[in-house]
C-alpha cells in the first residue's frame, strides 16, 4: 500500500539532493546534469520507498516532461534564429551601430533600458533575451565589459517585462489563477517593481563608472571587421522587426520565431548575397562561422544553431522530469503542509507564499508551478485572514516568475545561460532587479507598506 512522505525523510531527501547540487557546481565545479540526474534516482528510489509503482513514477516523469515541451521548441528555434540572424548580418549591423554610439560607461543602463522596453512591448523575456539581449552582449564583448554585468543588465531589463507587461503569459496567469483582475494586478506590482527597479538602475549606475573605455583605434579595428565582411544595412533589422511587432499583436511565440528564421534566411540571400541552400542548412544546425580577421568580431559572431540549444535542452528535460518525480511522491506537498502551520499573520503569509514559490523553483525548475501550486494552496487564508488576493498574486510574480531566471536548472535560467554564454552562478550576483523583488515583497509585507485589506479591489 503506498504511503505518504513524511516530514524527516522528505527534509533528508531534499537536503541530500541540495548538497549533491551545490558541491558538485561550487566545490568539484562541474556541469549540473549528472548531479541532477543523481538526484532523480534519489527521488526515484524514495518513491519506492513509499511504495509508489514504478509505472506511476514513469508516468510522473513523462507528466514533468511534458510541462517544457513549448519551452524546448523556443529554445531550440532561438538557437536557429541567433544563426540565421548573424549569417543575415542583423546581429552584426546591430553591434556596429552600437558600438558607435554607446560607450563603457553607460552600457549597463542603456542595456537595462533597451531590454526593459523591448520585453515590454513583447511580453516575452525569451524573445527579448534571444534577440536584443545577444546583440547587447556582443556590444558589451567588444566594449571590454565584464560579460557577467553584460549578462545581469539583459535579465533584469528582460525580465522587468516579463513581471509587468500585459502581454506577458505569466503576468497573466498569476491573477488569473487565484480571481485578480490583471490590471490591478499589475498596478499592485508597483509597489515592489518600483524601488527594486529605482535601486537597480542606481547600481549599473555605479559599476558603469568603473568601466573602462576599449581604446578608439580597437573599436575602429572591429566596425571596419563587420563593414569588410558583411553588408550593414538598416534592411537587415526587418526580420527581428517583425518578431517583435508580431509578438506585441500576441502571436503565438513559436510561429513568430518560426518567421524570424525565414525573413532572416531571405535577408541573408538578397542582402548578404548568400544564397547557398546548403550553407543554411549547415548554419541552422551548427551555427555561423566566419573568420573577419578581428578575433573578437569572430568570437560575438560565430554561434547559434540548433546544437548550440542541446546543452539546455537536455538540462531542462532532465530538471522537469526529476520536478514531475518530486511532485508525484509527495515532497512538495508535505513542504506547503508544513508551511501553513505558522501563518497566524500577514508578514508571515505573505512570506510564507514566497517562500514555497522560491522552493517550488528550486526543486523542480518550472515558473508556472511556482506559481500555480503556491497560489492554490494559500489562497484560502489570505481571505481568512482579510488580506487581499492582489497581494498574493503580486507575490506569486515577484518570488516565482522572478526566481526562475536565478536557478541554473530552471527552465529560464538554462535558456538565459545557454543563449548569452554566461552562467547564472555568474550573471546571479549582477541580476539585482530579479534579487530585490522577492525581498521587497517579503520586506513590505512585514512592514505593511503597499499590502491591500480584503475588502479592497481584488478580495
Not at 513523462?62 to 517544457?68: A, E, N, Q, T
Not at 573599436?219 to 558583411?230: E, Q, Y
Not at 500577514?346 to 517550488?360: D, K, M
Request: net charge neutral; proline share 4%; aromatic share 10%.
Amino acid at each position: 500500500m503506498e504511503r505518504k512522505a513524511n516530514v524527516p525523510f522528505t527534509i533528508i531527501l531534499l537536503v541530500t539532493m541540495m548538497v549533491l547540487i551545490i558541491t558538485s557546481m561550487f566545490v568539484l565545479k562541474v556541469e549540473p546534469h549528472i548531479p541532477l540526474v543523481v538526484c532523480l534516482l534519489l527521488a526515484t528510489l524514495f518513491g519506492r520507498f513509499l511504495q509508489i509503482r514504478w509505472n506511476e513514477i514513469e508516468k510522473a516523469m513523462i507528466d514533468g516532461l511534458k510541462v517544457g515541451i513549448k519551452p524546448i521548441f523556443i529554445l531550440a528555434l532561438v538557437g536557429i534564429v541567433i544563426a540565421v540572424w548573424m549569417m543575415s548580418g542583423t546581429v552584426p549591423t546591430l553591434l556596429f551601430y552600437g558600438l558607435s554610439v554607446i560607450s563603457p560607461e553607460w552600457f549597463a543602463v542603456s542595456t537595462l533600458f533597451i531590454c526593459m522596453i523591448v520585453s515590454s512591448f513583447t511580453g516575452s523575456s525569451f524573445t527579448t533575451v534571444g534577440t536584443i539581449g545577444v546583440a547587447m552582449m556582443g556590444i558589451g564583448t567588444a566594449l571590454g565589459i565584464d560579460p557577467a554585468i553584460a549578462a545581469g543588465a539583459v535579465v533584469c531589463g528582460a525580465c522587468f517585462g516579463d513581471k509587468m507587461s500585459p502581454l506577458s503569459d505569466t503576468t497573466n496567469f498569476a491573477p488569473g489563477i487565484v480571481g485578480v483582475d490583471l490590471f490591478e494586478h499589475i498596478r499592485h506590482l508597483l509597489w515592489t517593481t518600483i524601488p527594486s527597479f529605482v535601486i537597480t538602475v542606481f547600481l549599473f549606475l555605479l559599476i558603469g563608472r568603473t568601466q573602462t573605455s576599449t581604446s578608439s583605434n580597437d573599436i575602429g579595428l572591429m566596425l571596419a571587421s563587420l563593414d569588410s565582411k558583411f553588408t550593414i544595412s538598416v534592411i537587415t533589422l526587418a526580420s527581428p522587426l517583425l518578431v517583435v511587432f508580431l509578438a506585441m499583436k500576441r502571436y503565438p511565440t513559436i510561429p513568430v520565431l518560426v518567421i524570424g528564421v525565414l525573413t532572416g534566411i531571405i535577408t541573408a540571400a538578397f542582402v548578404q548575397g548568400n544564397s547557398d541552400v546548403a550553407e543554411w542548412f549547415t548554419v541552422v544546425q551548427h551555427g555561423f562561422e566566419i573568420e573577419t580577421g578581428n578575433e573578437v568580431v569572430d568570437g560575438i559572431v560565430n554561434r547559434g544553431g540548433l546544437q548550440s540549444m542541446m546543452w539546455s535542452i537536455s538540462l531542462v528535460m532532465i530538471a522537469l522530469t526529476l520536478g514531475g518525480v518530486i511532485q508525484r511522491i509527495g515532497v512538495i506537498d508535505t513542504l506547503l503542509t508544513q508551511l501553513k502551520k505558522n501563518l497566524s499573520s500577514r508578514g508571515n503569509l505573505i512570506s510564507a507564499t514566497a517562500a514555497s514559490s522560491i522552493g517550488v523553483n528550486v526543486v523542480t525548475g518550472e515558473q508556472y508551478l511556482s506559481i500555480l501550486l503556491p497560489g492554490k494552496t494559500f489562497e484560502s487564508f489570505y481571505t481568512k485572514l482579510d488580506v487581499a488576493k492582489k497581494n498574493l498574486s503580486r507575490t506569486l510574480e515577484d518570488a516565482g516568475t522572478l526566481v526562475n531566471p536565478l536557478i541554473p536548472w530552471g527552465v529560464s535560467g538554462a535558456f538565459f545561460a545557454s543563449t548569452l554564454g554566461v552562467d547564472v552562478i555568474h550573471y546571479l550576483p549582477y541580476a539585482f532587479f530579479l534579487l530585490l523583488s522577492p525581498f521587497m515583497t517579503i520586506l513590505f509585507g512585514y512592514l505593511g507598506i503597499g499590502v491591500a485589506e480584503g475588502k479592497s479591489i481584488g478580495k
